[in-house]
């Protein structure tokens, strides 16, 4: 096993190269303004601290020391501003606080200010829990799973976003991305099997079903993809260099792929359990009860989905709890109905999975396998 994922793992890395030989086009604009300039600093000391009137709204102003930490200009202190604008989201700084800081020049003078917290100290912490909750309970297998999960990072920040950002075009880009993705991911995960390759089949084919629903029910609905700020953005730095709506289609087709995984992998274990158990079980019996799994499996996964998409919309659906405007009217809003949408194609991608790849898993098994078997004991008995 361990000699199959080594060379699953050479595979991947001559797969990756072969993807990513031609070199990226111009990178996207930067979203730092002429004259201005980010650095990463650490707050010392607080100079001034008091509470200011900024369109008729209070809020947090500081007059802070700050102690760059990082780039050519590591060691130098400068003084920095917080709260000098309006924000909606401001917040009160304390000495030994990772901050970045904008260095604005006008003429011959400069000022710096707090743009954001440094959070990715944070983000590195819950990557390290992760990592190490993997490791605790997978085991021996945790190697490769998180080697399937670097690789897909792999592609998508070195061979999806820099060929996105340089104008390609979007639902191409994704495909040939999860072209990739899938073998290498799967089979690093759960190991060269019958099982992982019925599962990689199944995915393929609920992927491709969600596609075509994908463009459909976008089209149908008059989806342009704009409902994004950052959308606005991305057509602001470069007009008219990449597809919006495209760029939409493919999100929602990366946003199912890795739910697949989960989905198809268990169905197809869950057959070859069955039939271990009971080799004598015909291939309806062996889809009939694991369909039966299957079942329980569809329902948690769509209340999952639904809560998850709650969750993260919760101000979104308080403002349709609130407004008066009719409520067909504000589901006809864009930003509305592209999550509806999103939501909709992904648990259809999702349930569609779990009959395919039950299919195939029970027909193999109770079908290719059992006829392979008796042709190795008619060969033995001549």
């Given amino acids: 096993m361990l000699k199959a994922n080594r060379w699953l793992l050479v595979l991947a890395i001559a797969m990756f190269l072969l993807i990513s030989w031609r070199p990226a086009l111009a990178a996207s604009p930067s979203e730092v303004e002429p004259g201005e300039e980010i650095l990463e600093a650490q707050i010392g000391d607080i100079i001034e601290e008091s509470e200011t009137e900024t369109a008729g709204q209070r809020q947090i102003y500081q007059q802070m020391e700050a102690i760059i930490v990082s780039g050519p200009r590591k060691g130098e202190i400068v003084i920095v501003e917080n709260g000098a604008m309006l924000e909606v989201n401001a917040r009160r700084y304390r000495p030994g606080d990772r901050v970045f800081i904008r260095l604005i020049e006008k003429g011959d003078s400069c000022s710096y200010v707090v743009d954001i917290p440094s959070r ?99 089209r149908l609905a008059g989806l342009t993809g704009y409902a994004s700020e950052e959308a606005l953005f991305l057509q602001a730095q470069a007009p008219g260099a990449i597809n919006i709506q495209s760029l939409l289609i493919a999100g929602i087709i990366v946003s199912v792929l890795g739910v697949l995984d989960d989905v198809t992998v268990s169905q197809a274990a869950i057959v070859q359990q069955l039939h271990q158990a009971n080799p004598q079980l015909s291939f309806s019996d062996l889809y009939r009860r694991a369909m039966q799994v299957g079942q329980d499996h569809i329902a948690s996964m769509v209340n999952t989905l639904a809560l998850v998409y709650a969750g993260a919309a919760l101000p979104l659906l308080l403002l349709l709890r609130t407004s008066p405007l009719p409520l067909t009217y504000l589901l006809s809003q864009e930003i509305i109905a592209e999550e509806i949408v999103r939501m909709m194609v992904s648990s259809i991608g999702l349930m569609t999975a779990v009959p395919i790849t039950t299919l195939l898993a029970a027909f193999v098994v109770a079908r290719i396998l059992k006829l392979l078997s008796h042709e190795e004991e008619e060969d033995t008995d001549a």
Avoid at 124 to 145: E, Q
Avoid at 165 to 186: C, K, M, W, Y
Avoid at 196 to 207: E, L, Q, S
């Fill in 120 to 218: 990715w100290p944070a983000l590195l912490g819950v990557l390290a829990v992760f990592a190490l909750t993997v490791v605790i309970i997978t085991r021996w297998r945790s190697v490769t799973s998180l080697g399937g999960l670097a690789f897909s990072f792999l592609v998508v920040f070195v061979y999806i976003l820099p060929r996105l950002a340089a104008g390609a075009e979007p639902l191409h880009t994704i495909l040939i991305g999860s072209v990739v993705i899938v073998p290498v991911s799967f089979y690093l995960a759960h190991g060269a099997s019958l099982k992982t390759t019925i599962a990689m089949v199944g995915t393929v084919i609920a992927h491709i079903l969600t596609i075509v629903l994908a463009q459909s029910f976008v």
